[in-house]
């Protein structure tokens, strides 16, 4: 026998539940609802709002150049630290992002959040706040360079070919980094630090909001509103106390799986 009637018409038993509690509603769109979609999305567009084709090519193409230095960086370190050459060939690190970038929620000008992932024997006080940084300094495209060490969440932030960059370190560990790794999965926070388990979070919650919302690319125009609308009344900063951009983009993808 089926349950009471959504407003869909399907069983409330059938209904799939996207967070820790079944929608509200599923109802499907008005044809109000969707021409009021189009005069957002025509609005956010004239304000401004999305980057162009050229910049977002750009960030990809620096994320790929940066990728390629801290995998040079982690092989530099393990032969200077005289391991076997197989353990030198498969030595390695992944670039991570996050943030409003890898939400795909960025504007023209946003900086991209990154976190690099590295093996348990390169350390984040020496090999990436010295020998890194040191590597970054020589290089012509790295302006801007400045090392946080002490931060709540310890960052390097830097402009690489004038795309500003925070980049975070993670020592996981594993002696070799996998290129596909899973830092979704828990067993990348065993016994490691509570700065590790912070640089971390970014990308694990980044992955998991992605992964829950019902539709992506509403959850992305309503981020994106709500961050605009937010900012023009200064409402957007957890520095000053209010709701930054993690804030902003949990509570807009609760609102996504009450309302699928």
Same mark, same amino acid.
């Given at each position: 026998m089926l349950g009471p009637e959504t407003p869909n018409g399907s069983s409330k038993q059938n209904v799939k539940k996207y967070g820790i509690t079944k929608p509200i509603s599923v109802a499907e769109p008005t044809d109000a609802d969707s021409q009021r979609n189009l005069e957002l999305e025509k609005f956010l567009v004239a304000s401004g709002l999305y980057a162009s084709e050229e910049e977002d090519a750009k960030r990809k193409e620096v994320i790929g150049q940066l990728d390629q230095i801290v995998k040079a960086w982690v092989k530099h370190l393990t032969h200077q630290r005289c391991y076997t050459d197989q353990m030198l060939e498969d030595a390695n690190a992944v670039i991570f992002t996050f943030g409003s970038y890898r939400l795909g929620a960025h504007g023209p000008g946003a900086d991209v959040d990154a976190l690099c992932v590295g093996p348990s024997y390169v350390n984040r006080e !020496?090999? &990436? %706040? /010295?020998?890194?940084?040191? /590597?970054?300094? !020589?290089?012509? !495209?790295?302006? !801007? *360079?400045?090392?946080?060490?002490?931060?709540?969440?310890?960052?390097?932030? &830097?402009? %690489?070919?004038?795309?500003?960059?925070?980049? @975070?370190?993670?020592? /996981?560990? *594993? @002696?070799?980094?996998?290129?596909? /790794?899973?830092?979704?999965?828990?067993?990348? @926070?065993?016994?490691v630090d509570e700065q590790t388990v912070r640089s971390l979070n970014g990308c694990r919650v980044a992955d998991q909001i992605l992964k829950h919302v019902p539709n992506v690319e509403h959850f992305r125009t309503t981020l994106r509103c709500l961050k605009f609308w937010a900012k023009r009344r200064g409402v957007y900063s957890n520095v000053t106390g209010y709701l930054g951009g993690v804030n902003w983009a949990l509570l807009v993808a609760r609102v996504c799986t009450m309302f699928p």
């Open positions: !020496e090999d &990436f %706040f /010295i020998v890194l940084h040191d /590597i970054l300094a !020589e290089r012509e !495209e790295v302006t !801007e *360079l400045q090392p946080i060490p002490d931060a709540h969440v310890p960052v390097m932030k &830097f402009k %690489f070919q004038g795309i500003s960059i925070d980049l @975070l370190y993670a020592s /996981i560990s *594993l @002696l070799v980094v996998p290129e596909d /790794i899973d830092i979704s999965d828990m067993s990348v @926070l065993y016994n």
